[in-house]
């Protein structure tokens, strides 16, 4: 995974890019009405239900549009939430707090909507030894957000990007001329270029388990696609010998099932491509 560096680098790009995006040269509505000199507060209101996130967030993103401004903060991210409550106070600028506003707002939405899939999956698997992952299948430009929303809600990051582990897919195995090859060639390459990289390698049947289990060295074998059954066969087969992930078909009402297999791991693409924005606003007081 990316550093702790690496990763608050990440977050302050998405503020930087989002702001230009959204403020450009000017907030004019602000601007035309609104005296600079004028002080004022806000509360940020809960209209759904779930796991709220992005309060943390909210806070960077409002301390980089305005480091004077003044926030109150009422409940933390990771905290279960019901229409009414009150999140956090904002105190200061108000055109700062106009400018803060739509992106604060977008930001929490789906970070709340992702934390609350994620431990919706997380209880479904309680009392087994299975964790949830996300997937790389994320919003261009807000991944570092959604996969912290998917820790926030209790689950875990897979690998960051395409650069901080080694995933060999289907059509890797293929285009390499075979999984044996393409274990082989990602060895050297990662030896030769001293790269500390963990490698994960998909299987798409109980012949290819084999295979890479023979190979020796993979940190995770991903059983894509296997029904119940199969996916049972393949993890008596690997044993002890790497850890083992199910992906494909995963939804409320089949990965109970996929976690009493006997997977150390889950990956659900759904936790930030298939959510609902938690309904937020900002209102001024």
């Known amino acids: ?130 964790k949830i992952l996300d997937t790389r299948k994320t919003t261009p430009g807000f991944r570092a957000c959604e996969k912290w929303a998917v820790k926030i809600g209790g689950g875990e990051n897979h690998r960051f990007a395409l650069y901080d582990m080694i995933m060999l897919k289907d059509n890797h195995n293929d285009f390499a001329g075979g999984i044996t090859l393409a274990i082989a060639k990602t060895k050297a390459y990662l030896k030769e270029n001293n790269l500390p990289l963990r490698i994960i390698v998909e299987a798409r049947n109980l012949e290819e388990v084999q295979e890479i289990i023979d190979c020796e060295g993979v940190y995770r074998i991903l059983l894509d696609n296997f029904d119940y059954e199969t996916t049972k066969k393949a993890v008596a087969m690997i044993g002890d010998k790497c850890l083992t992930e199910s992906s494909g078909n995963i939804n409320e009402n089949t990965i109970r099932h996929y976690a009493e297999c006997g997977v150390n791991y889950i990956s659900s693409g759904a936790l930030t491509h298939s959510i609902y924005n938690m309904d937020l606003s900002l209102k001024a007081i």
């Open 1 to 130: 995974m990316i550093s702790e560096a690496q990763f608050q680098k990440e977050l302050q790009l998405i503020i930087a890019n989002a702001i230009r995006e959204d403020v450009g040269d000017g907030d004019y509505s602000s601007l035309a009405c609104i005296p600079a000199s004028t002080q004022g507060s806000a509360k940020l209101l809960v209209k759904d239900h779930g796991i709220i996130a992005g309060v943390a967030f909210a806070e960077m993103i409002f301390k980089y549009v305005d480091p004077a401004l003044q926030i109150e903060i009422f409940i933390t991210d990771g905290t279960p939430v019901k229409f009414g409550d009150i999140v956090l106070q904002v105190s200061g600028s108000s055109q700062s707090i106009l400018k803060a506003e739509r992106l604060v707002l977008n930001s929490m939405q789906r970070m709340s909507a992702i934390a609350t899939k994620t431990n919706e999956y997380v209880v479904l698997l309680k009392g087994t030894d299975t």
